[in-house]
């Protein structure tokens, strides 16, 4: 066994000894660290219950109740037609999670993160979304062997193993495709105030949903031409939006398969915004390379998604993502490493990473078409 290895059995074997942890709790030097862990392990213990008191609150819209101002636990009793002891618990656990605050004498104001979701839809769409997560993930020792019998979010998402995507009818891509615009707005923002297209001419979004990417950069570069290829039921949702929003002299949706079907000509600039991580290797390589011959030579590729590693947000990469991707029944998270290797497979160069200001939403790679 090499040294490394020794010392972090060492290290185990030490802190999974009881008499160690009763020590390490009540000397001072070390009583802030062993209180510290507790509560990182505890709160992991009780992650679940933490968000079914957030998923309670979005539900009952109590934060969209409390944004008119501080009430008292009666009030919004009254208001959510909960019992008042029902009500005041919700409250206090709510408080205690910083999503509302206690202004004394039995009175609740919005809290500091249950007013950051009141700026933020798609914060709340994923919120409701997640009964269907937390229903396929009962038994998640079935799912890790893949004998889980709940597939709802398999169904949920329409093209996840089937065989033929493109025939998907409307009602089959719409409640996701309404998941996907409602986050979609914040995603386009941190990658447009990162990266100017002012040098772009045409804009291919490949998977681009309604259409909510390129309204965004359209309307912030008016001398861009944008190019929506989603499945046909999907594309026919962008088309009507393009409308609605005044841009169909410049913005094109076109309906395929992107593993079968030709892409649309003449853009020089392709995106693929939260798409890489629901697919496999083999077909997230595949949508590569279906991008790289819809560039000219010196083209570029934007990939935009959530990845693992990211420093200070590890969880929401290998924990959420990696489970989440799991019972959906494709795709798993990647390290911008990972993606660049695959990108250089599929003969693109001069991969880069662009910081993005909130790397947690989403990280920024982009990559030139050799050649």
Not at 314 to 322: S, V
Not at 329 to 340: C, D, N, Q, V
Request: hydrophobic share 45%; with cysteine.
């Amino acid at each position: 066994m090499r040294i490394p290895d020794r010392w972090l059995t060492l290290r185990n074997r030490v802190l999974a000894n009881p008499r160690f942890q009763r020590w390490a709790a009540s000397f001072p030097l070390t009583r802030p660290i062993a209180r510290r862990r507790a509560r990182e392990l505890f709160d992991i213990v009780a992650g679940f219950v933490y968000s079914q008191i957030l998923f309670a609150c979005v539900r009952l819209r109590l934060f969209d109740l409390l944004s008119e101002g501080p009430q008292t636990a009666d009030e919004v009793a009254k208001r959510l037609a909960l019992p008042p002891d029902g009500a005041r618990r919700l409250l206090r656990a709510a408080a205690s999670l910083r999503l509302v605050e206690s202004r004394g004498a039995d009175c609740y104001a919005l809290g500091e993160l249950g007013a950051a979701m009141m700026g933020n839809s798609g914060i709340t769409s994923m919120i409701e979304h997640h009964a269907m997560v937390y229903a396929d993930l009962s038994d998640p020792v079935a799912l890790l062997r893949g004998e889980a019998e709940r597939h709802d979010l398999k169904d949920y998402w329409a093209y996840v193993g089937a065989d033929a995507p493109a025939s998907a009818r409307d009602q089959a891509v719409g409640g996701y495709t309404d998941l996907m615009a409602d986050s979609q707005q914040l995603i386009a923002g941190e990658v447009l105030d990162v990266y100017s297209l002012k040098d772009h001419r045409c804009l291919l979004d490949l998977g681009g949903g309604d259409g909510t990417f390129l309204v965004a950069a359209a309307k912030r570069w008016p001398h861009l031409r944008v190019i929506l290829f989603d499945l046909p039921a999907v594309a026919d949702r962008a088309r009507a939006r393009f409308e609605r929003e005044g841009l169909a002299d410049r913005a094109t949706a076109v309906g395929g398969d992107v593993l079968r079907d030709p892409l649309p000509e003449g853009a020089d600039l392709v995106s693929l915004v939260r798409v890489l991580h629901d697919h496999d290797d083999a077909v997230a390589q595949a949508i590569m390379v279906a991008a790289r011959r819809g560039l000219p030579p010196g083209g570029t590729l934007m990939v935009a998604e959530p990845m693992s590693g990211t420093p200070g947000a590890e969880p929401i990469g290998d924990a959420y993502f990696g489970f989440y991707l799991l019972a959906m029944g494709s795709g798993r998270p990647r390290t911008p490493r990972e993606l660049e290797q695959m990108l250089l497979v599929a003969e693109f160069d001069r991969v880069r990473a662009v910081s993005t200001r909130q790397p947690i939403l989403t990280q920024l790679l982009l990559a030139r078409r050799a050649g």
